[in-house]
Structures are given as C-alpha cells and as structure tokens.
C-alpha cells in the first residue's frame, strides 16, 4: 500500500499538477505578466490557464462578469455590466468574498480575496485575436499566512481551484459562443 501511495503521489506531482498549474496557456501567458500580480509578489501557490473563446471579447465579458457573482443586466451594454472598484463578490455565508481590485471591461478583471489563511488574487484577461476570437487567460496567485492553517488552505486549493476555474472557463466559453 506504500508504494502505491508514493506512486500515486509521485505521478500527481511529477504529471498531473504541471498540467493543471497550466492548463491550455503558452509560455507566453504562463510567464508574462498580469494585472493583479503586484498584489501577492511572491505567491506559494501560481496557475495560469487559457482557452481560446470563439467570440469577441465584448461577447466573453458579460459571462465573465456573471460567473464572477454580478448579475447580468437584460439589454445593459458591455461596459454598464456589473462590476465596479470595491464591490464584493460574495462566496460565503459569512459574507466574506472577493473583492473587485480593478476592472477594464471588456479586456480585465481583477479579484482579491484577503483571508485570515491566505491572500488570493484571480486575474482574468480577454485579449482579441486577429480572427476576431478571444484569448481567455486566467490566473490564479495565492500567498498563504505561515503555519498550518495556511499549509492547509494551499493543499486544499491545490486541486480544488483547478477543477472550479476549468469549469468556470468552459463555462464562460460555451455560453459565450451559443450567444454569439
């Protein structure tokens, strides 16, 4: 049984999480900056995924402004879409969430969720492609507090974040290609 879970751990670490830290993104977006990375300079924790969305990036952003917690608004332009500065996204029952550091409709969305285990920024860029698509690039970048607690939160957001944002982006993706 030992060797089976140093196998499975060992495969987890030397195939699977290289591919999810990255999934879909070029070197060019894993290492090139984003907005929000001033924020957690020197994170435990960095993933950097992309699809590319067969839409503009006017058509992407009201489903990124959605899944992000704001609802969309029936027949509201891109730019009047939900989000300011400050607003806060609520995740949890405690009325904790992220909070809207900037935002560059329809091309930036930055998010930031300051913890008691941990400082987490989701950065999400729509940049237009030369055939009129959309390049989505999502990042995620998290600085734990030292101890457990935070250990812990960087070993549950380890996979945890990977399957949430792939879903999210798929997501986005689909609707924004069924309403273009």
Do not use: N
């Not at 907005?35 to 300079?41: F, K, L, S, T």
């Not at 944002?165 to 069924?178: C, D, G, L, N, P």
């Amino acid at each position: 049984m030992l060797r089976l879970a140093v196998g499975a751990a060992a495969g987890y670490v030397l195939a699977v999480r290289p591919w999810h830290l990255r999934w879909g993104a070029d070197d060019g977006e894993v290492y090139g900056e984003m907005a929000g990375d001033d924020i957690v300079r020197t994170p435990q924790y960095q993933a950097t995924r992309a699809i590319t969305v067969d839409a503009s990036p006017a058509a992407v952003w009201p489903w990124v402004v959605q899944l992000g917690g704001a609802p969309a608004q029936e027949g509201a332009t891109t730019e009047q879409q939900g989000l300011k500065v400050g607003d806060t996204l609520r995740s949890g029952p405690d009325g904790a969430g992220f909070v809207v550091e900037q935002t560059d409709p329809p091309h930036t969305l930055v998010l930031v969720h300051r913890g008691e285990e941990a400082i987490t920024t989701c950065s999400i860029s729509l940049r237009e492609l030369d055939d009129g698509r959309t390049r989505m690039v999502f990042r995620v970048r998290i600085k734990a507090v030292p101890g457990l607690s935070g250990t812990l939160y960087l070993a549950r957001m380890d996979l945890a974040d990977f399957l949430t944002v792939r879903r999210q982006m798929q997501t986005i993706k689909s609707h924004a290609e069924s309403s273009h």
